[in-house]
């Protein structure tokens, strides 16, 4: 890795005392202020370690320009630092609900109801923007990839710092549900610097994978909550054991694209290093999460389907109901209720209740040429109904409709 001007002047213990000196200022300042402000508090915290950085390359005389590289990037760097990044983030999902059901408590994190609270705790989507993604983009890698990772650049093996600076992203988000999601990403974002010297790609790559995940926490906690699926002042939806089994099959599935885009991102950002057998890994692997995930889904289905149904009926007008899909629950505990549509154009609904009337849940289809719904109930013994509910441009149509409902 390329070194900085005064590199003698900096020790990679001194990384190790500065990391620690982050987590002090962290625990210390950062986490009552976002305790007590909620999203300022998070504002202030990011700010708090922009400022160390800055601080520390003054104290020691460090450029600012070389403890912060930012430099003109070319496409081809830019593309391979955004496979690299998000296909640490496919397997890092993987890792999440791994985490979840071997250790069910780290669902219990202040940073998960914390995080949630953000998303869908009524703030503007600009302004969750600009807190869980922007800065964090800014903040985070100045101090980790700027200040922390200078005093390694000696460190003559690439690998041990990529290591190194992992594992301290990893304990820096204080959450055993996220710490190996974390240490893979501090690792690309790490690998990124190391081998371009450009923290602008590094900073890009963070705010997009931070954009993309918000984004799409908040789109989904607002549909929810417009369906009436979550009261509007609920923050999101609580996480389980359960749901984190029920979405490990499906991570697995998405993720066999990880090992493709890991290899195109480190072919792109080191192309001299790269070997066309490095393709042939990530084949196996894929192959392997292909077939994990398939063992998975069956395994969460395998004598726990509580009722199945197929049905297709013309819709003569708007907002009517369909008949009844009855189920009956036996033993309290979490039941999923998965919904797939086919020639189904306009809107729908799916709508759950007791038999007595009583409401359960109201939610929307996911909208693509297939129109999906899955959701995970927490039910009470007894009998259910679920009914489609067809809404603006559903007339005329000839939709047809698999519900199957799980024990979780």
């Not at 983030?89 to 999440?96: N, P, Q, W």
């Not at 991570?251 to 480190?266: C, H, R």
């Not at 009470?380 to 519900?403: K, L, M």
Request: neutral net charge; proline residues 3%; glycine residues 8%.
């Amino acid at each position: 890795m390329q070194q900085v001007t005064n590199q003698q002047k900096l020790k990679p213990w001194m990384g190790f005392v500065l990391f620690a000196v982050v987590m002090i200022v962290f625990r210390f300042a950062g986490a009552p202020l976002q305790v007590m402000w909620g999203l300022p508090g998070l504002v202030a915290t990011e700010l708090e370690f922009l400022v160390l950085a800055i601080v520390y390359a003054l104290v020691f005389r460090i450029p600012v320009k070389e403890m912060f590289p930012i430099r003109k990037f070319s496409a081809r760097d830019f593309f391979g630092s955004v496979c690299l990044g998000f296909g640490g983030v496919l397997f890092g999902l993987i890792s999440v609900a791994l985490v979840g059901i071997i250790y069910p408590k780290s669902l219990e994190g202040g940073d998960v109801q914390a995080i949630q609270s953000y998303i869908g705790g009524g703030v503007g989507y600009l302004i969750m923007i600009f807190a869980m993604a922007i800065l964090p983009a800014v903040c985070e890698e100045a101090i980790h990839r700027g200040a922390i990772i200078a005093n390694f650049r000696a460190i003559k093996k690439d690998w041990v710092i990529v290591l190194i600076m992992g594992l301290f992203f990893g304990i820096f988000h204080l959450s055993t549900l996220r710490f190996i999601n974390t240490a893979i990403m501090g690792a690309c974002l790490t690998y990124i610097v190391v081998k371009k010297n450009n923290l602008i790609l590094s900073m890009i790559t963070h705010f997009l994978i931070n954009f993309v995940s918000s984004t799409m926490s908040f789109l989904s906690t607002f549909s929810m909550k417009q369906s009436g699926a979550l009261p509007e002042n609920a923050p999101a939806v609580q996480m389980t054991a359960a749901t984190m089994k029920a979405a490990l099959g499906l991570y697995l599935w998405i993720g066999i694209a990880a090992p493709f885009l890991i290899v195109i991102g480190l072919m792109l950002l080191n192309p001299e290093s790269h070997k066309k057998i490095r393709f042939l890994f990530a084949g196996i692997t894929a192959a392997v999460m292909f077939a994990g995930g398939m063992a998975v889904n069956i395994s969460n289905t395998n004598g726990r389907q509580v009722a199945q149904s197929n049905f297709s009926y013309q819709v003569m007008a708007e907002n009517t109901e369909s008949l009844p899909v009855t189920f009956n629950v036996e033993e309290e505990g979490y039941y999923t209720v998965s919904v797939v549509a086919v020639n189904a154009k306009g809107e729908y609904f799916i709508r759950i209740e007791k038999d007595d009337g009583e409401f359960i849940s109201r939610v929307d289809f996911s909208q693509g040429a297939i129109l999906t719904s899955s959701q995970q109930l927490d039910l009470e013994p007894g009998s259910y109904n679920i009914f489609i509910i067809n809404g603006n441009g559903s007339i005329g149509e000839h939709p047809t409709f698999s519900v199957q409902v799980n024990r979780s």
